[in-house]
């Protein structure tokens, strides 16, 4: 389980990030794209992921990790339970969302070697 006082810390720890409403949710933005929201009344956050990566964090629990419902998750958009995911699973999507829209001169400390 990932509380949204934990989301919100892991979201702007990375370089450059901004925390500004979108609608009704919770944005995080680098460089003025979104690579995260947070729908705090459903308990869950939406992601900006590649089809590759979503396809692969999908596959590892598909009750906690699974692509938006319609056209935005064959964009790579992603849901995330967050009653319901781990903290380290949760950090592990949360950077790759971040990478996947940051410039590569923010991601570069923060991808896998």
Known sequence: ???LATARKLA???EGVEEKP???KIAFRVKNKIFATIDVKAAKV???LSEIDQ?????NDSSVVYPVPGAWGQQGWTMVEMKKVRKDLFTDVLTTA???VAPARLTS???KQ
């Open 1 to 3: 389980m990932i509380s």
């Open 12 to 14: 702007l720890a990375f």
């Open 22 to 24: 979108h609608f009704e």
């Open 46 to 48: 939406v992601l900006k």
């Open 55 to 59: 396809s692969v964090f999908s596959d």
């Open 98 to 100: 971040y990478c996947t």
């Open 109 to 111: 400390k923060y991808r």
